[in-house]
Protein backbone atom coordinates (compact mmCIF):
# COMPACT_ATOMS: atom_id res chain seq x y z
CA UNK A 1 0.00 0.00 0.00
CA UNK A 2 2.78 2.38 0.86
CA UNK A 3 4.57 2.00 -2.57
CA UNK A 4 1.58 2.48 -4.59
CA UNK A 5 1.07 6.07 -2.78
CA UNK A 6 4.57 6.70 -3.76
CA UNK A 7 3.93 5.97 -7.62
CA UNK A 8 0.79 7.98 -7.59
CA UNK A 9 2.54 10.85 -6.31
CA UNK A 10 5.21 10.50 -9.07
CA UNK A 11 2.60 10.17 -11.69
CA UNK A 12 0.61 13.24 -10.42
CA UNK A 13 4.03 15.21 -10.50
CA UNK A 14 5.87 13.85 -13.63
CA UNK A 15 4.29 16.84 -15.68
CA UNK A 16 5.86 19.45 -13.35
CA UNK A 17 9.06 18.03 -13.71
CA UNK A 18 9.71 19.20 -17.50
CA UNK A 19 13.32 20.40 -17.67
CA UNK A 20 14.02 23.05 -20.71
CA UNK A 21 16.83 22.41 -22.65
CA UNK A 22 19.46 25.58 -23.67
CA UNK A 23 18.65 26.19 -27.69
CA UNK A 24 14.63 24.96 -27.23
CA UNK A 25 13.61 28.18 -28.58
CA UNK A 26 9.60 28.58 -28.71
CA UNK A 27 9.69 32.28 -31.14
CA UNK A 28 11.86 33.98 -32.82
CA UNK A 29 11.60 37.39 -33.47
CA UNK A 30 13.12 39.08 -36.59
CA UNK A 31 13.95 42.82 -36.74
CA UNK A 32 12.30 44.83 -39.61
CA UNK A 33 14.15 46.75 -40.98
CA UNK A 34 17.85 44.88 -40.18
CA UNK A 35 20.24 44.09 -42.67
CA UNK A 36 21.27 46.46 -45.75
CA UNK A 37 20.41 49.85 -46.10
CA UNK A 38 20.10 51.77 -49.24
CA UNK A 39 23.48 53.08 -48.97
CA UNK A 40 25.15 49.77 -48.56
CA UNK A 41 22.68 48.11 -51.39
CA UNK A 42 24.14 51.67 -53.75
CA UNK A 43 27.51 51.01 -53.05
CA UNK A 44 27.59 47.13 -53.79
CA UNK A 45 25.61 47.29 -56.34
CA UNK A 46 28.56 49.75 -57.92
CA UNK A 47 31.27 47.39 -57.33
CA UNK A 48 29.12 44.46 -58.83
CA UNK A 49 28.31 46.43 -62.11
CA UNK A 50 31.58 48.67 -61.99
CA UNK A 51 33.50 45.06 -62.05
CA UNK A 52 31.53 43.39 -64.68
CA UNK A 53 31.56 46.39 -66.96
CA UNK A 54 35.53 46.22 -66.83
CA UNK A 55 35.49 42.68 -67.73
CA UNK A 56 33.26 43.11 -70.32
CA UNK A 57 35.38 46.48 -71.73
CA UNK A 58 38.89 44.26 -71.58
CA UNK A 59 39.76 47.22 -69.16
CA UNK A 60 40.82 43.90 -66.34
CA UNK A 61 38.89 44.02 -63.00
CA UNK A 62 38.47 46.89 -60.33
CA UNK A 63 40.02 47.77 -57.19
CA UNK A 64 38.10 49.34 -54.35
CA UNK A 65 39.72 51.46 -51.62
CA UNK A 66 38.94 50.04 -48.42
CA UNK A 67 36.23 47.61 -47.52
CA UNK A 68 32.94 48.29 -49.72
CA UNK A 69 30.75 47.93 -46.50
CA UNK A 70 31.99 46.86 -43.15
CA UNK A 71 31.38 43.03 -43.30
CA UNK A 72 33.97 40.62 -43.99
CA UNK A 73 31.44 38.19 -46.27
CA UNK A 74 30.30 41.12 -48.30
CA UNK A 75 33.96 41.80 -49.40
CA UNK A 76 34.30 38.34 -49.57
CA UNK A 77 32.18 37.53 -51.67
CA UNK A 78 33.37 40.17 -54.15
CA UNK A 79 36.52 38.99 -53.86
CA UNK A 80 35.42 35.40 -54.85
CA UNK A 81 33.16 36.26 -56.99
CA UNK A 82 34.05 39.35 -59.11
CA UNK A 83 37.65 38.97 -58.81
CA UNK A 84 37.84 42.98 -56.70
CA UNK A 85 40.42 43.76 -55.13
CA UNK A 86 40.81 45.77 -51.74
CA UNK A 87 43.27 48.50 -50.78
CA UNK A 88 43.58 50.65 -47.71
CA UNK A 89 46.04 53.16 -49.49
CA UNK A 90 45.78 53.86 -53.36
CA UNK A 91 49.98 53.70 -53.41
CA UNK A 92 49.63 50.05 -52.56
CA UNK A 93 48.08 49.61 -56.16
CA UNK A 94 51.09 49.11 -58.18
CA UNK A 95 52.00 46.11 -55.80
CA UNK A 96 48.89 44.96 -56.06
CA UNK A 97 48.82 44.94 -60.05
CA UNK A 98 52.00 43.22 -59.81
CA UNK A 99 50.63 40.15 -57.29
CA UNK A 100 47.35 39.77 -59.64
CA UNK A 101 49.48 39.52 -62.45
CA UNK A 102 51.50 36.66 -61.09
CA UNK A 103 47.86 35.21 -60.56
CA UNK A 104 47.18 35.57 -64.22
CA UNK A 105 44.71 38.56 -63.33
CA UNK A 106 44.98 41.90 -64.68
CA UNK A 107 43.86 44.70 -62.22
CA UNK A 108 43.10 47.72 -63.95
CA UNK A 109 42.91 51.38 -63.17
CA UNK A 110 39.51 51.59 -61.65
CA UNK A 111 39.04 52.28 -58.41
CA UNK A 112 35.50 52.79 -56.14
CA UNK A 113 35.81 54.72 -52.95
CA UNK A 114 33.64 52.77 -50.36
CA UNK A 115 30.50 53.74 -48.53
CA UNK A 116 31.92 55.58 -45.92
CA UNK A 117 33.27 58.31 -47.56
CA UNK A 118 36.54 59.81 -48.35
CA UNK A 119 38.99 62.65 -48.12
CA UNK A 120 40.28 65.18 -50.71
CA UNK A 121 44.00 64.06 -50.14
CA UNK A 122 42.15 60.78 -50.99
CA UNK A 123 40.34 62.07 -54.51
CA UNK A 124 43.43 64.21 -55.34
CA UNK A 125 46.26 60.86 -54.89
CA UNK A 126 43.52 59.29 -57.19
CA UNK A 127 43.59 62.13 -59.67
CA UNK A 128 47.74 62.40 -59.69
CA UNK A 129 47.45 58.06 -60.05
CA UNK A 130 45.10 58.48 -63.75
CA UNK A 131 42.59 56.52 -61.65
CA UNK A 132 39.32 56.24 -63.17
CA UNK A 133 36.80 56.91 -59.52
CA UNK A 134 33.92 55.87 -59.21
CA UNK A 135 32.17 57.30 -55.83
CA UNK A 136 29.71 54.74 -53.63
CA UNK A 137 29.88 57.41 -50.61
CA UNK A 138 26.73 57.08 -48.88
CA UNK A 139 24.49 60.22 -49.86
CA UNK A 140 24.12 60.84 -46.06
CA UNK A 141 27.78 60.73 -45.67
CA UNK A 142 28.15 62.96 -48.45
CA UNK A 143 25.65 65.27 -46.67
CA UNK A 144 27.97 65.77 -43.91
CA UNK A 145 30.67 66.11 -45.84
CA UNK A 146 29.11 68.94 -47.49
CA UNK A 147 28.13 70.70 -44.07
CA UNK A 148 31.79 70.47 -43.26
CA UNK A 149 32.96 72.51 -46.28
CA UNK A 150 30.13 74.52 -45.45
CA UNK A 151 30.52 75.67 -42.30
CA UNK A 152 34.34 75.89 -42.62
CA UNK A 153 34.31 78.35 -45.06
CA UNK A 154 32.00 80.50 -42.97
CA UNK A 155 35.18 80.48 -40.07
CA UNK A 156 33.64 77.78 -37.84
CA UNK A 157 35.21 75.20 -36.04
CA UNK A 158 33.80 71.54 -36.25
CA UNK A 159 33.20 69.54 -33.61
CA UNK A 160 32.71 66.02 -35.03
CA UNK A 161 31.02 63.52 -32.66
CA UNK A 162 32.22 60.16 -33.25
CA UNK A 163 33.19 57.04 -31.45
CA UNK A 164 36.83 56.44 -32.99
CA UNK A 165 39.21 58.80 -34.77
CA UNK A 166 40.09 55.44 -37.02
CA UNK A 167 36.71 54.91 -38.51
CA UNK A 168 37.11 55.77 -42.34
CA UNK A 169 33.84 57.97 -42.51
CA UNK A 170 35.64 59.88 -39.09
CA UNK A 171 38.44 60.04 -41.22
CA UNK A 172 37.31 61.31 -44.40
CA UNK A 173 34.59 64.07 -43.58
CA UNK A 174 37.37 65.18 -40.83
CA UNK A 175 39.67 65.40 -44.02
CA UNK A 176 37.53 68.10 -45.58
CA UNK A 177 38.69 70.21 -42.72
CA UNK A 178 41.30 69.05 -40.42
CA UNK A 179 43.06 72.70 -39.16
CA UNK A 180 38.88 73.28 -37.83
CA UNK A 181 38.25 69.64 -36.69
CA UNK A 182 37.95 68.25 -33.81
CA UNK A 183 36.74 64.68 -33.19
CA UNK A 184 35.16 64.60 -29.62
CA UNK A 185 33.94 61.15 -27.75
CA UNK A 186 30.31 60.32 -27.92
CA UNK A 187 28.76 60.44 -24.56
CA UNK A 188 28.87 56.34 -23.53
CA UNK A 189 31.18 55.26 -25.80
CA UNK A 190 32.49 52.21 -24.96
CA UNK A 191 36.19 52.14 -27.46
CA UNK A 192 39.21 53.58 -25.87
CA UNK A 193 40.73 55.99 -27.81
CA UNK A 194 43.05 58.60 -26.73
CA UNK A 195 43.06 60.99 -29.73
CA UNK A 196 39.44 61.72 -29.18
CA UNK A 197 38.50 65.08 -27.51
CA UNK A 198 36.20 64.85 -24.13
CA UNK A 199 33.28 66.57 -24.44
CA UNK A 200 33.38 67.68 -20.86
CA UNK A 201 36.63 69.80 -22.13
CA UNK A 202 36.83 70.12 -25.26
CA UNK A 203 38.19 74.00 -26.30
CA UNK A 204 37.97 75.92 -29.56
CA UNK A 205 38.74 79.00 -30.82
CA UNK A 206 35.68 81.26 -30.47
CA UNK A 207 33.05 79.31 -28.42
CA UNK A 208 30.91 81.28 -30.36
CA UNK A 209 31.80 80.51 -33.69
CA UNK A 210 31.33 76.47 -33.45
CA UNK A 211 28.88 73.99 -35.09
CA UNK A 212 28.39 70.20 -34.21
CA UNK A 213 28.39 67.05 -36.91
CA UNK A 214 28.12 63.45 -36.03
CA UNK A 215 29.24 60.64 -37.64
CA UNK A 216 26.11 58.94 -38.97
CA UNK A 217 26.03 55.31 -37.14
CA UNK A 218 26.35 56.06 -33.68
CA UNK A 219 23.56 55.90 -31.18
CA UNK A 220 20.70 58.09 -30.93
CA UNK A 221 20.28 58.59 -27.41
CA UNK A 222 23.98 58.63 -26.90
CA UNK A 223 24.09 61.22 -29.53
CA UNK A 224 21.21 63.63 -28.35
CA UNK A 225 23.01 63.57 -24.98
CA UNK A 226 26.08 64.95 -26.59
CA UNK A 227 24.85 67.26 -28.66
CA UNK A 228 22.90 68.39 -25.60
CA UNK A 229 26.30 68.96 -23.04
CA UNK A 230 27.89 70.59 -25.79
CA UNK A 231 25.38 72.95 -26.18
CA UNK A 232 25.50 73.86 -22.39
CA UNK A 233 29.28 74.24 -22.53
CA UNK A 234 28.71 76.55 -25.49
CA UNK A 235 25.40 78.47 -25.52
CA UNK A 236 25.91 79.30 -29.14
CA UNK A 237 26.78 76.17 -30.65
CA UNK A 238 25.29 75.15 -34.43
CA UNK A 239 23.57 72.28 -35.59
CA UNK A 240 22.29 71.39 -38.62
CA UNK A 241 18.76 71.75 -39.85
CA UNK A 242 18.48 68.09 -39.96
CA UNK A 243 20.67 65.94 -37.48
CA UNK A 244 23.24 63.85 -38.84
CA UNK A 245 22.24 60.44 -38.22
CA UNK A 246 21.14 58.57 -40.98
CA UNK A 247 17.42 56.65 -41.06
CA UNK A 248 18.75 53.53 -41.06
CA UNK A 249 20.53 53.44 -37.72
CA UNK A 250 17.72 55.37 -36.15
CA UNK A 251 14.86 52.93 -37.54
CA UNK A 252 17.22 49.81 -37.06
CA UNK A 253 17.47 50.65 -33.10
CA UNK A 254 14.11 51.59 -33.00
CA UNK A 255 13.07 47.95 -34.00
CA UNK A 256 15.19 46.57 -30.94
CA UNK A 257 13.74 48.62 -28.48
CA UNK A 258 10.53 47.35 -30.02
CA UNK A 259 11.60 43.63 -30.02
CA UNK A 260 13.55 43.93 -26.21
CA UNK A 261 10.81 43.43 -23.75
CA UNK A 262 9.10 40.55 -26.35
CA UNK A 263 12.48 38.79 -25.43
CA UNK A 264 14.88 36.97 -23.15
CA UNK A 265 18.08 37.18 -25.45
CA UNK A 266 19.15 39.08 -28.90
CA UNK A 267 21.69 37.59 -31.08
CA UNK A 268 23.39 40.81 -33.29
CA UNK A 269 24.45 39.49 -36.75
CA UNK A 270 27.68 41.82 -37.38
CA UNK A 271 31.30 42.30 -38.38
CA UNK A 272 33.11 44.07 -35.07
CA UNK A 273 33.95 46.49 -37.67
CA UNK A 274 30.56 47.70 -38.24
CA UNK A 275 29.80 50.74 -36.45
CA UNK A 276 25.79 50.67 -36.39
CA UNK A 277 26.24 47.34 -35.96
CA UNK A 278 27.67 47.42 -32.99
CA UNK A 279 25.41 49.78 -31.27
CA UNK A 280 23.09 47.77 -31.87
CA UNK A 281 24.99 45.34 -29.75
CA UNK A 282 25.53 47.48 -27.02
CA UNK A 283 21.23 48.63 -27.20
CA UNK A 284 20.20 45.36 -27.00
CA UNK A 285 22.39 44.29 -24.38
CA UNK A 286 21.36 47.35 -22.56
CA UNK A 287 17.76 46.92 -22.83
CA UNK A 288 17.71 42.78 -21.93
CA UNK A 289 21.13 42.26 -20.28
CA UNK A 290 21.63 38.96 -23.20
CA UNK A 291 22.58 40.04 -25.87
CA UNK A 292 25.05 39.00 -28.22
CA UNK A 293 27.47 39.81 -31.68
CA UNK A 294 27.74 36.85 -34.03
CA UNK A 295 29.13 36.99 -37.81
CA UNK A 296 26.75 33.85 -38.76
CA UNK A 297 24.98 30.60 -37.41
CA UNK A 298 28.32 28.47 -36.45
CA UNK A 299 29.00 31.44 -34.02
CA UNK A 300 25.79 30.39 -31.86
CA UNK A 301 26.38 28.81 -28.69
CA UNK A 302 23.53 27.45 -27.12
CA UNK A 303 24.94 28.02 -23.64
CA UNK A 304 23.03 31.57 -24.30
CA UNK A 305 19.53 30.30 -23.91
CA UNK A 306 19.85 28.25 -21.17
CA UNK A 307 15.80 28.66 -20.17
CA UNK A 308 15.22 31.08 -22.80
CA UNK A 309 11.93 31.03 -24.39
CA UNK A 310 12.26 33.40 -26.83
CA UNK A 311 14.74 35.50 -28.79
CA UNK A 312 15.33 38.47 -31.11
CA UNK A 313 17.37 38.63 -33.85
CA UNK A 314 18.59 41.92 -35.71
CA UNK A 315 21.66 42.62 -38.14
CA UNK A 316 23.54 45.60 -39.33
CA UNK A 317 23.22 47.67 -42.20
CA UNK A 318 26.18 46.02 -44.30
CA UNK A 319 25.23 42.35 -42.32
CA UNK A 320 23.60 40.35 -45.91
CA UNK A 321 20.16 39.04 -44.95
CA UNK A 322 21.03 34.96 -45.76
CA UNK A 323 23.09 35.18 -42.93
CA UNK A 324 20.06 36.41 -40.71
CA UNK A 325 18.35 33.20 -42.33
CA UNK A 326 21.22 30.89 -41.70
CA UNK A 327 20.13 31.78 -38.33
CA UNK A 328 16.52 30.71 -38.47
CA UNK A 329 17.35 27.54 -40.12
CA UNK A 330 19.26 26.82 -37.17
CA UNK A 331 17.06 27.51 -34.44
CA UNK A 332 14.21 25.63 -36.81
CA UNK A 333 16.22 22.74 -36.89
CA UNK A 334 16.39 22.28 -33.18
CA UNK A 335 12.56 23.33 -32.81
CA UNK A 336 10.46 22.70 -36.12
CA UNK A 337 7.84 24.31 -34.51
CA UNK A 338 9.38 27.42 -33.63
CA UNK A 339 7.23 30.49 -34.48
CA UNK A 340 8.93 33.34 -36.14
CA UNK A 341 7.46 36.92 -36.32
CA UNK A 342 8.50 39.79 -38.05
CA UNK A 343 7.08 43.30 -36.69
CA UNK A 344 7.55 46.54 -38.06
CA UNK A 345 8.14 47.82 -41.76
CA UNK A 346 10.84 47.53 -44.10
CA UNK A 347 12.32 50.71 -45.75
CA UNK A 348 11.39 51.80 -49.76
CA UNK A 349 14.33 54.06 -50.20
CA UNK A 350 16.90 53.45 -52.88
CA UNK A 351 19.87 55.93 -53.83
CA UNK A 352 21.15 56.72 -57.88
CA UNK A 353 23.78 54.92 -58.86
CA UNK A 354 27.28 56.93 -58.71
CA UNK A 355 29.22 58.01 -62.00
CA UNK A 356 31.84 56.57 -63.62
CA UNK A 357 34.66 60.11 -63.71
CA UNK A 358 37.52 59.40 -65.45
CA UNK A 359 40.92 61.07 -64.56
CA UNK A 360 41.85 64.81 -65.08
CA UNK A 361 44.16 64.86 -68.10
CA UNK A 362 46.77 67.48 -66.37
CA UNK A 363 47.33 66.36 -62.87
CA UNK A 364 51.26 65.24 -62.69
CA UNK A 365 52.39 62.10 -60.13
CA UNK A 366 54.03 63.10 -57.15
Known sequence: MYHGAVERVKQREAPRLTVRMPGMIEKLYLAKPRGFCA??????????????????????????????????????????EHSVTFVERLDDLEQARRTAARQGRNLGSTVVFSAHGVSPVVRQRAAELG?????????????????????????????????????????GTRGEAPEQTTVVSVVGNRKHDPELADP?????PDPDKVVVLTQ???SVDDTMKTVELL????????????????????????????????????????????????????L??????????????????????AGATSVGVTSAASTPD?????????????????????????????????????????????
Not at 259 to 276: E, H, K, R
Not at 284 to 305: K, M, P, V, Y
Open 231 to 282: RQRFPNLVTPPSDDLCFATKNRQDAVRQMAPNVDAFLVVTSTASSNGMRLLE
Open 216 to 218: TTL
Open 131 to 171: LTTIDATCPLVTKVHNEAKRYAQQGYHILLVGDSTQHQEVI
Open 39 to 80: GVVMAIDAVKEAAEEAKQAGEGDIAVYHDIVHNRTVVDRLED
Open 322 to 366: DLVQQVVAYFQQLNPALQVVEEGEWENIVFRKPKKVPPPEALPVT
Open 284 to 305: AQDLTGNAHRIECADDIDLDWF
Open 200 to 204: LTVEV
